[in-house]
């Protein structure tokens, strides 16, 4: 096996051998059969990510922003989402953690935001208009089936 196709996955595996075959090291049966489950696993753990990529619905949200950070938790979490700033204030919108967010934007009155991350790894909104603002945003969310 080559490490540079396989990355993390032929040191897992690696190390899984030399913990297990230390005192059989010579038994090629049981080394075999460890390669093959955590291969087995690895199949397994790529196949729920692919399926987590197939939107199972679009959920609209339209919340009333004003400068208090408003917090929205998601569920299930969304692959992507379209924020479309209505003729209110600008916003800031902060995704996953306000401290130290996965994105962060400033939206404009009028703009709208998109954002695609791939996989549904979107699961909390901060929102917050500019201070003494109120807005009204319209929110699109792909769902993701979570894994």
Do not use: F
């Amino acid at each position: 096996m080559d490490k540079e196709i396989i990355g993390p996955i032929s040191t897992e595996v690696t190390e899984q051998v030399r913990k297990i075959a230390g005192e059989d090291a010579d038994d090629l049966a049981v080394m075999q059969y460890l390669m093959q489950a955590s291969a087995t696993a690895q199949l397994i753990r790529m196949r729920k990510l692919e399926e987590s990529m197939v939107p199972i619905g679009i959920k609209p949200l339209k919340p009333t922003v004003t400068d208090t950070i408003m917090k929205l938790p998601i569920y299930p979490p969304w692959i992507s989402l379209s924020l479309i700033n209505g003729s209110g204030a600008a916003l800031t919108l902060w995704v996953n953690d306000e401290q130290d967010p996965l994105e962060e934007a400033m939206i404009a009155a009028s703009e709208t935001y998109s954002l695609d991350m791939k996989y549904p790894v979107i699961h909390t909104l901060y929102l917050k208009a500019e201070s003494g603002g109120t807005t009204i945003p319209r929110i699109y969310g792909k769902e993701g089936k979570p894994s």
